[in-house]
């Protein structure tokens, strides 16, 4: 009997999720049918896209609003769709906006519903507890500290790791990263990671390079790389950097590897080709000053010192505290690596604290004490192992025992 799986993915790093999910539904039901909204990676996993997720990937409050109709007809299309032809699950992966909507309303229809990547309910408003309650029949999470959240307050849960944590190296391999990217092996480098989106890039940038500056003044031969997401992000960063001259500066955008003629170093550079610019950077650096999210993460996959920092506009942070009534986190870090480890493993310097001189300072220690730099690797790794599970068969036999088919 062929199964049919309705999903939903709103962004690039849930695309990506989903289409592994997919992988491992395949191995354990194959010949299903999937139909939904998804991006390039769900489409090449065999996705029925009815919708494009570009449908749903908005930035901030202000872009949701302008785009409200458009989200509007887009929920009330999926959701007619699948009550007329009930799928035998529902598949959620993040935009828990949207897709926690949608769930509820699928699962009062009687379908099965799974949500794929937990809202920080840890962090910011708790009491979303109950409307996922309502809404999903089984939680999957990424983390193994949102497992014991969601069995203490009663949501079927099973915690299938980080699918990064399956596809970053555990040895990291910088003697090649560097060679993929033309980068003197004996260099000193400091990767600069501003975001992916215009508002990170437009507030974050101006302080990550008068950070730098003040770090180049004190080792003129640092070398500093800055991967883009895509053109756009290059075309704003450029503009910044022409107002923060820098030195020994370099933009890595995707397949910024050096040319080669030995088969053997080509070959070994092919995967390097396909994987984001940010992995190659993080792994030919010695430390990262980055903008707190997924990123901080990767670096930590890629055992790699780090400066965390975030900064909000004025109108972003009273919407983020009007939206969630928290002046602050209900945690006291905001970096992955630290929530997961509950320390303060690496510094974070947000918001009033993110400043050129104290971003240099904390930099400057990333890039010079050995020291530290081993012992933030030896946590990091145990944390890579934590996080590495078969995230594709956990996932998929969960998802298949909602549906009744396990």
Not at 282 to 291: G, I, S
Not at 384 to 397: G, N, S, V, Y
Request: charge should be neutral.
């Amino acid at each position: 009997m062929t199964m049919h799986i309705g999903m939903v993915a709103g962004e690039p790093s849930g695309d990506l999720l989903a289409a592994r999910v997919m992988q491992g539904l395949q191995q354990q039901a194959p010949g299903s049918l999937y139909t939904g909204i998804g991006g390039p990676a769900m489409a090449r996993q065999g996705l029925d896209a009815w919708h494009s997720m570009d449908a749903l990937t908005v930035f901030g409050y202000v872009d949701a609003f302008k785009r409200l109709p458009g989200l509007l007809n887009t929920y009330f299309n999926v959701k007619k769709r699948w009550l007329n032809d009930k799928p035998d699950v529902f598949v959620g992966i993040d935009a828990p906006d949207f897709n926690l909507r949608l769930e509820h309303q699928l699962k009062q229809a009687g379908i099965p519903t799974v949500h794929f990547v937990g809202p920080s309910i840890w962090a910011w408003r708790y009491e979303r507890i109950h409307k996922i309650r309502a809404a999903v029949s089984h939680m999957l999470v990424l983390f193994p500290f949102e497992e014991e959240i969601y069995q203490k307050e009663g949501v079927p849960v099973t915690y299938v790791g980080h699918p990064l944590a399956g596809v970053i190296p555990m040895q990291p391999d910088k003697v090649t990263a560097r060679k993929y990217l033309g980068v003197d092996p004996r260099a000193r480098v400091l990767a600069i990671l501003p975001g992916s989106r215009s508002s990170e890039i437009n507030l974050l940038a101006p302080r990550f390079l008068q950070a730098a500056q003040i770090l180049a003044r004190q080792d003129p031969n640092l070398q500093f790389l800055v991967p883009m997401v895509n053109i756009k992000r290059r075309k704003e960063f450029e503009a910044i950097l022409r107002s923060y001259p820098l030195p020994n500066c370099r933009i890595i955008d995707q397949h910024s590897g050096a040319a080669t003629q030995d088969p053997i170093t080509a070959q070994l550079f092919a995967a390097n080709d396909a994987r984001p610019a940010a992995w190659n950077v993080m792994e030919a650096a010695d430390a990262v000053l980055v903008a707190s999210g997924t990123a901080t993460l990767e670096t930590s996959l890629f055992k790699r010192p780090m400066v965390i920092s975030y900064v909000l506009s004025p109108m972003m942070k009273r919407l983020m505290e009007w939206k969630s009534g928290q002046a602050r986190p209900s945690v006291p870090w905001v970096g992955l690596p630290n929530i997961l480890a509950r320390d303060f493993v690496v510094p974070e310097l947000l918001q009033d604290d993110a400043t050129p001189a104290a971003l240099a300072e904390a930099s400057w220690k990333a890039l010079t004490d050995q020291h530290y730099a081993d012992q933030v690797a030896e946590g990091f790794m145990l944390m890579h192992e934590t996080l590495r599970r078969d995230t594709p068969a956990l996932a998929a036999q969960a998802i298949l025992q909602q549906a009744g088919h396990a």
